[in-house]
């Protein structure tokens, strides 16, 4: 039996492993809890300027929120720059400019835009989020956590900063915290089954697996990515002992070969080496043309059998 899903199952990657498994969605512990970059909300209608029309700043503003939310970034950036040519004390439009620079991976030079803002608006709580997001992605996550803390202390709704001290708390360990924070942004942001992964990953932490499938849950309603949803709420599942409900779920994420993969991480984990062993050669007979990820872990498990 499982505790739920078809109808509605978790998100997002594994529980970190303290094995070191490589599940068969290709992770080595596990994928990090997901942080979530701005995105211009969708307008109601989208007009297109007349042509060789000269545009405004705010026309030029709509061009690069359309291309921002088809993920043109190139149309995006540009348009951006032409508003702030006409209008170039609009800090927001230096702001928007700095987000798609951090969607398209140009930290280094996001981080330089939205520093440029918060020089001349020192309380720009959304430059302090897009400062620390972009510091998250450099990997400075002391720094990232403090401009997230300015953020929430400026306008306590930056539920996107919130996510990211969550996902901080919980790779320092202190899941209470975490959870604190996913459940602060959740309440700003009911939707986001983002969110609620990273939450059901916090109460993976604690060992609170219950709460961990609720959460999981509630993120595939949501909409979050079905493969990586169905293995987290699958690896909950076999944290609770029912191996044969997470071999279920983790067919149903994935194909057979992959599920057999992922349950002897799950045993390996569990210091179980002979069900690791049959999970991981059960998963290499299956899929012996595709089986990369399955063999290393066969080879992990027989080294710490010896």
């Known amino acids: 039996m499982r505790d ?3 109808a509605g199952r978790s998100r997002l990657a594994a529980l970190f492993l303290a094995a070191g498994c490589m599940l068969a969605v290709g992770c080595t512990q596990a994928v990090e809890p997901r942080g979530v970059i ?4 969708p307008a109601a209608v989208e007009e297109q300027p007349a042509p060789n029309k000269e545009l405004t700043a705010d026309e030029y503003e709509q061009m690069g929120d359309a291309g921002f939310r088809r993920d043109d970034l190139a149309a995006a950036y540009l348009n951006y720059g032409k508003a702030l040519r006409l209008k170039p004390d609009r800090q927001n439009l230096r702001c928007k400019r700095a987000w798609v620079l951090l969607a398209g991976g140009f930290n280094k030079e996001a981080a330089q835009e939205f520093r440029a803002v ?3 608006h020192k309380n720009s709580a959304a430059a302090l989020e897009g400062l620390g997001q972009a510091l998250f992605q450099m990997k400075r996550y002391d720094e990232a956590g403090e401009q997230f ?8 709704r930056r539920w996107r900063s919130r996510n990211f001290l969550g996902i901080m708390y919980n790779q320092a360990g202190d899941h209470t915290r975490a959870i604190e924070q996913f459940k602060a942004a959740l309440v700003v942001q009911p939707d986001s089954g983002i969110v609620y992964n990273n939450l059901g990953m916090a109460y993976s932490m604690t060992g609170d697996y219950a709460e961990a499938m609720a959460a999981f849950n509630k993120a595939y309603e949501l909409g979050a990515p079905r493969e990586k949803t169905l293995n987290n709420f699958g690896l909950a599942l076999a944290k609770t002992g029912n191996a044969a409900g997470a071999r279920e779920v983790f067919v149903e994420a994935g194909d057979e070969a992959r599920a057999y993969n992922n349950l002897g991480c799950v045993y390996l984990a569990q210091g ?3 069900m690791a062993l049959q999970s991981f ?3 290499v007979s299956l899929a012996p043309d595709d089986a990369g990820t399955a063999e290393k872990n066969l080879k992990k498990c027989r080294r710490m059998m010896q």
């Open 4 to 6: 739920r899903i078809p």
């Open 272 to 274: 179980d080496y002979e």
């Open 38 to 41: 701005y995105r211009p909300e």
């Open 118 to 120: 918060l020089e001349k």
């Open 281 to 283: 050669e059960k998963a």
């Open 149 to 156: 803390k300015q953020a929430v202390a400026l306008d306590a």
